[in-house]
């Protein structure tokens, strides 16, 4: 059995107060990244990429399902894959709900390349609600997941699509929350403390927050 420390409660309210404010440090510096992502420059996203849903075909615009930003996980299901990612399927566990997300003008999504009668039928089995497309290789290797995950995030600027970041490999272990996912994107979580570009849309902290069943319909 491991060690550890026995402490008064003092001396651990002391102990917890140091640690504390390292992690608060953590978390101003973690503002600083997401403020340096959204000035990361754009890259437009060239080539008519085609998707397959359970109700037919779609294009890339299409997944953005008439909002600004669209956070894309590349997920990993296989054409008859008998031995679905873990790391994939913990993914998706753990992203939940996301109707505070759609609130700011993004939706997430998820892209295989599994057939889509394969990924509804698996869909269903984990019991997920969130959009997910059959795509191809080629979009993929364009996206620069080859072989493996990863995590895309795109925009729509009138008629245009832009690339604004990607991440794979442990940059996805610590999304989850709404506001995580938010940070990815060149948007933001839209709260006038942050450090966003100007022209960024924003609105008062907590003004927007709603419970999950009380926000307008669509």
């Not at 992502?37 to 990429?49: A, C, I, S």
């Not at 970041?165 to 839209?190: C, K, N």
């Amino acid at each position: 059995m491991r060690q550890y420390d026995v402490t008064s409660r003092e001396e651990w309210q002391a102990a917890s107060r140091a640690f504390r404010a390292k992690e608060k440090a953590m978390t101003r510096a973690l503002d600083a990244l997401a403020a340096e992502r959204r000035r990361l420059p754009w890259t437009p996203v060239e080539g008519d990429y085609r998707f397959d849903g359970p109700d037919g075909s779609l294009s890339l615009p299409d997944l953005f399902e008439g909002r600004r930003q669209l956070i894309l996980y590349h997920h990993m299901l296989k054409p008859a894959d008998p031995d679905p990612c873990a790391g994939c399927g913990m993914f998706t566990d753990t992203v939940g709900r996301t109707d505070h997300i759609r609130q700011r003008d993004t939706v997430i999504a998820l892209v295989s390349t599994a057939p889509i009668d394969e990924i509804v039928a698996f869909k269903q089995r984990m019991e997920w609600t969130l959009p997910w497309y059959s795509g191809t290789e080629a979009f993929n290797r364009d996206m620069d997941v080859s072989g493996g995950f990863g995590l895309n995030v795109f925009i729509r600027d009138a008629d245009r699509i832009y690339r604004t970041y990607f991440t794979t490999g442990r940059g996805v272990e610590m999304l989850g929350t709404t506001w995580s996912f938010l940070d990815l994107t060149p948007f933001g979580r839209q709260e006038s403390w942050e450090d966003s570009p100007e022209g960024t849309p924003q609105t008062a902290p907590y003004h927007w927050w709603r419970l999950h069943d009380e926000y307008p319909a669509g």
